[in-house]
């Protein structure tokens, strides 16, 4: 700048000290002269002050708007992000100021462009990771949320910004972790919200610190662990289930040993009456956990045994076969509309076979003397269709979502009378799943139930 001055000052000073010359010798000539030579030196004179102001008129318009050029990029560069060249200035004296310029706004170009580059990176990591994230700045105003939170919080990112925490969503316990946070503690909550829809939400509020350590706002990552939290709840239940469910039989094995123990061994009447309750409890412990080992197998690996292709019109053939006798004793007729033809599948023959088996178990066990169960085969375009009907006592309307699940059973009574572990249904709904397939169920109460088993082919 100061060279800039100097450069402008020696420009008015030659042209000041051009026409202070002019003057000079005008003066000295005119000393000696007569009155037209007055004239002529007053009107050289005039020429040479409107020259004087015509130069000084274009430099200043050049000049003013040389600079206002500059200032105008320099502006749209910090302002707007525009990246172009600074422009080339008319006066030379300002080609130094215009390079000085460019080094700076080169400058701002090169941090400009990685400001960009890693706003969009951070942009792309927020929107897509599996949290929500908000950050709030010291006054409490939303500076930025990402579209997880949007959405686990039921609000549009549009209408979040500038906003309070509190302006979004109801939740005390978010907004105290926020206020905690400013004052510079971590806090981390579970919480459940209502709205927009029932969740569980871990929050993990911190500060944000500028380098010099004071906070300048708070960063809130949110976690939906809904799900973590149901299947914590499943596993709980399941654990109080099963040891419920084996301590009925352990509790009957036990008063019977004890009753022989105190002296019913002695009486042969009593003794078999006690051995025999020892054994249908002990079997249907081993029933029990033999349910359990082919559902944890299940669920664990996903596995159950090999997977190969095998003949289903052959598995059902099998199983109607030995539940023959099971029929009889419940005075059920059991029949298979045999298509006569190979039903091919892939996968696990023994899963399969289970799986019918349990479904035909039911169907003869919740049935009436003299009822029926009708086993069917349809062979669909890629899946096959195995059904079991039976005009047995039918399932509530209340219950049918239930029955698939572990250790339901609508008539708990007669499950256990007829020694069921309420776990069929549900090892059928994880072999189905396991195919690829599905299962369901149609029933009328007091009427009969179809169940429908389809895998994929
Ligand atoms: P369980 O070992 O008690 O039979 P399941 O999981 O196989 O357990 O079945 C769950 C419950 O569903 C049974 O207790 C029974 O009340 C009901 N259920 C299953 N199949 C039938 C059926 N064919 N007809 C009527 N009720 C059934």
């Known amino acids: 700048m100061r060279k ?40 050289a004179l005039v020429a040479l002050l409107v020259l004087l102001g015509a130069v000084t008129v274009w430099t200043q318009r050049t000049l003013t708007a040389d600079l206002e050029e500059l200032s105008g990029a320099m502006q749209r560069l910090i302002l707007e992000g525009e ?40 942009r792309a990591v927020l929107d897509n990771i599996s949290a929500g994230v908000i950050v709030v700045n010291r006054k409490l105003k939303i500076d930025m949320i990402n579209p997880v939170a949007e959405e686990l919080l039921g609000t549009t990112g549009e209408y979040a910004l500038g906003r309070t925490f509190t302006e979004i969503h109801h939740s005390p316990v978010i907004d105290r972790a926020i206020e905690k946070s400013r004052r510079g503690a971590v806090v981390n909550k579970e919480i459940q919200i209502t709205l927009p829809r029932r969740r569980w939400l871990r929050v993990l509020a911190s500060p944000v610190k500028s380098k010099k350590g004071r906070t300048t706002g708070v960063i809130c990552v949110i976690e939906d662990i809904t799900s973590r939290r149901k299947l914590e709840r499943v596993r709980r239940d399941f654990v109080a289930n099963v040891s419920h469910e084996l301590r009925t039989p352990v509790a009957n094995m036990r008063a019977v040993v004890e009753a022989l123990l105190a002296g019913a061994s002695e009486e042969p009447e009593a003794a078999a009456r006690f051995v025999a309750d020892l054994d249908r409890e002990s079997k249907r412990l081993v029933d029990i956990i033999e349910d359990l080992l082919v559902l944890s197998r299940l669920e664990t690996s996903g596995a159950a045994g090999e997977a190969g292709p095998f003949s289903l019109v052959e598995v059902v053939r099998e199983v109607m076969r030995e539940k023959e006798d099971l029929a009889r004793r419940y005075e059920v007729e059991a029949a298979f509309a045999d298509p006569g033809t190979e039903v091919p599948l892939r996968g696990d023959r023994n899963l399969v076979k289970t799986a019918f088996a349990n479904l035909l178990d039911n169907a003869v066990k919740y049935n009436r003397p003299g009822g029926r169960v009708d086993v069917s085969l349809e062979q669909g375009e890629d899946s096959v269709t195995l059904r079991v009907s039976d005009n047995g006592v039918g399932i509530p309307a209340a219950d049918r979502e239930k029955i698939f699940e572990r250790f339901y059973r609508v008539d708990k009574a007669r499950s256990r009378d007829t020694g069921g572990t309420g776990l069929g249904l549900s090892i059928v709904k994880h072999a189905a799943e396991f195919h690829g397939g599905t299962v369901s169920v149609a029933s009328t109460e007091g009427r009969g139930s179809t169940f429908t088993l389809t895998l994929p082919e």
């Not at 010359?21 to 007569?34: C, F, G, K, N, Q």
């Not at 060249?85 to 460019?102: F, H, I, S, T």
């Open 83 to 122: 990246l172009d060249r600074m422009p080339q200035p008319r006066l030379a004296e300002l080609n130094n100021l215009a390079q000085e310029m460019d080094a700076v706004a080169s400058r701002v170009r090169e941090d400009y462009r990685q400001l960009t580059r890693e706003r969009d990176r951070l």
């Open 4 to 43: 800039l001055r100097s450069s402008l000052f020696l420009r008015y000073s030659l042209s000041v000290a051009l026409v202070a010359l002019v003057i000079a010798v005008m003066l000295a000539v005119e000393l000696r002269s007569d009155m037209s030579e007055t004239v002529a030196f007053l009107v």
